[in-house]
């Protein structure tokens, strides 16, 4: 008969219900448990990173900002110390650096505009005849084979 | 007047003459611009894994038969590994050389002798690693280079043969492969191994250089490395040859600089040739003086296309004249044509060799 028979097979799904119920629980305990975790470690190493990246990075638009500081002091007691096209250069390779974004790490265009100084950078270098480095200097060779 | 030829007529790539010497593959040929102009003779020079670079000159004469070849300079002291690109300059004094040192020397022709003449300190404040390719502009002022560290440099030339750097050149994602300058504008070209071409023109303010223009969009661009680029003689069309084995003509007329930037670029693909070489496609000359393309390739041939008589449609389209197996045993490595005399063809190989051709064709 369906009455008896349905309660009994409720209480029956009821037992069921639980076990199933133990597995899941404990899963969604375990992967709560560990998100929770992967947060804290995530966020300690992405700090590491950040404060490491920061560090680079800062050193690096430093670096850039003390040349330029050193060039324009030589070229304020001698004018004709660089070429026309150097001082060009330098002045633009200012502008470029004042403009850099340091304090918005989320702008999505800091490692553009990082190459560019780079590039224009090594420019200056060539037009100037002098060769500038520090010990983090960013290469933009790679090691690797030779190709053709 | 330039005679185009590419008739109808069967084609014959005759072997003329071989230049020996180099010790080790050959990489480049360049023939001098003066070459048979006001009377001079023909002179080449070619570069080479052996570290050395070699002056050929053909001895001038009025008689029909073929007069010969003899080497009349080794540069060896300037670079310290493999000279991979040589380009005259356009007055035929100038030489410039670059290297797998990172260097490129500039080398003067006086009077008979070569003297390393100045040497781009390129090596301390320049390229990083290999420079891959060397080429002068129309005028002579100018020299771009570019290299396996992704850049390409621009110097000038100046009094007293010194050169300043003018710009540095950054948008390739990997190695740049070769650098040409446009025949009539200060519009530079470079081919890399990141499959695309970038055409690079000088703000109208001030000389800072950008790309205007990325010649790689999906379904017109090359689909693997680009090795050379050669503009035809007016300099209205540009082909493009690459590891993808094809062969891609584009319509340079539009003056970047002029371009106001609506709608993609300047430059416009053209037509693409495929299906005719079997192994990547090393070197690509369009000749000055005849209008066929030569083309080099890994499967040791020389190939020769004309633009397709027979074609009636608008756009343009080419056809291969001949196809010269086993020109080089090896990979043919640079095809270049003659400035002056439409026949004649120059390609070195990995074979070690340098070989001058003839080409005929019954019209």
């Not at chain 1, 040349?67 to 200012?94: G, M, N, P, Y």
């Not at chain 2, 010790?23 to 070459?35: E, F, K, L, Q, Y």
């Not at chain 2, 300037?78 to 500039?106: E, M, Q, Y």
Request: charged share 25%; proline share 3%; glycine share 8%.
């Amino acid at each position: 008969m369906p009455g008896p028979q349905k309660r009994s097979s409720l209480r029956q799904d009821d037992i069921f219900d639980a076990v199933v119920d133990l597995e899941t629980s404990l899963f969604q305990q375990g992967f709560d448990d560990g998100f929770i975790s992967g947060v804290r470690l995530g966020k300690d190493e992405g700090r590491e990173v950040g404060l490491k990246s920061g560090f680079e990075l800062g050193e690096e638009i430093g670096f850039y900002r003390g040349c330029v500081t050193i060039w324009k002091i030589a070229l304020e007691r001698d004018s004709t110390l660089f070429s026309a096209r150097a001082q060009r250069s330098i002045d633009h390779f200012d502008e470029q650096l004042r403009a850099y974004p340091l304090t918005s790490p989320e702008d999505e265009r800091l490692q553009d505009l990082l190459a560019s100084l780079r590039v224009r950078f090594k420019a200056i270098m060539a037009m100037l005849s002098i060769r500038l480095d520090y010990s983090g200097y960013p290469k933009a060779s790679s090691a690797g084979e030779i190709s053709f | 007047m330039a005679k185009k030829l590419g008739g109808n007529g069967a084609a014959r790539l005759g072997f003329l003459h071989q230049l020996e010497g180099h010790t080790d593959r050959v990489w480049g040929v360049a023939w001098n611009p003066a070459s048979r102009s006001g009377g001079a003779p023909s002179m080449l020079a070619s570069c080479s894994g052996d570290k050395t670079v070699r002056i050929w000159e053909q001895q001038s004469t009025v008689s029909s038969s073929s007069p010969s070849w003899t080497c009349q300079a080794v540069l060896d002291e300037s670079h310290s590994r493999t000279v991979r690109a040589c380009d005259w300059s356009p007055n035929g004094k100038l030489l410039a050389t670059g290297s797998f040192d990172a260097t490129t020397s500039i080398w003067e022709h006086v009077g008979g002798e070569f003297d390393c003449i100045a040497t781009l300190e390129v090596k301390i404040h320049g390229h990083e690693n290999e420079v891959k390719s060397v080429a002068w502009n129309t005028s002579g002022t100018l020299l771009a280079t570019c290299s396996r560290d992704k850049t390409v440099w621009i110097w000038e030339l100046q009094p007293g043969n010194d050169f300043e750097c003018v710009s540095v050149l950054n948008g390739h994602t990997q190695d740049v492969k070769m650098v040409l300058w446009h025949p009539s504008r200060d519009v530079l070209v470079s081919a890399s191994y990141d499959n695309t071409i970038k055409v690079w023109a000088e703000d109208r303010d001030g000389d800072d250089w950008r790309c205007v223009q990325t010649l790689a969009e999906p379904g017109w661009g090359h689909t693997s490395t680009v090795w050379q680029l050669s503009f035809n003689m007016s300099g209205d069309q540009m082909v493009s040859c690459s590891d993808d084995l094809q062969l891609m003509v584009w319509d340079s007329t539009v003056d970047p600089s002029e371009w106001t930037g609506n709608g993609g670029g300047p430059w416009k693909h053209l037509c693409t040739i495929s299906g005719h070489h079997e192994r990547t496609i090393f070197s690509v000359h369009w000749s000055r003086t005849n209008g066929l393309i030569a083309t080099g390739s890994a499967d040791d041939c020389i190939r020769i296309f004309a633009e397709d008589p027979t074609n009636v449609a608008s756009s343009v389209s080419f056809c291969k004249v001949l196809e010269k197996q086993k020109a080089h045993e090896g990979d043919v490595n640079s095809v270049r044509w003659h400035p002056k005399d439409p026949r004649l063809l120059a390609s070195a190989g990995d074979d070690g060799v340098i070989k001058i051709w003839e080409f005929e064709q019954d019209l």
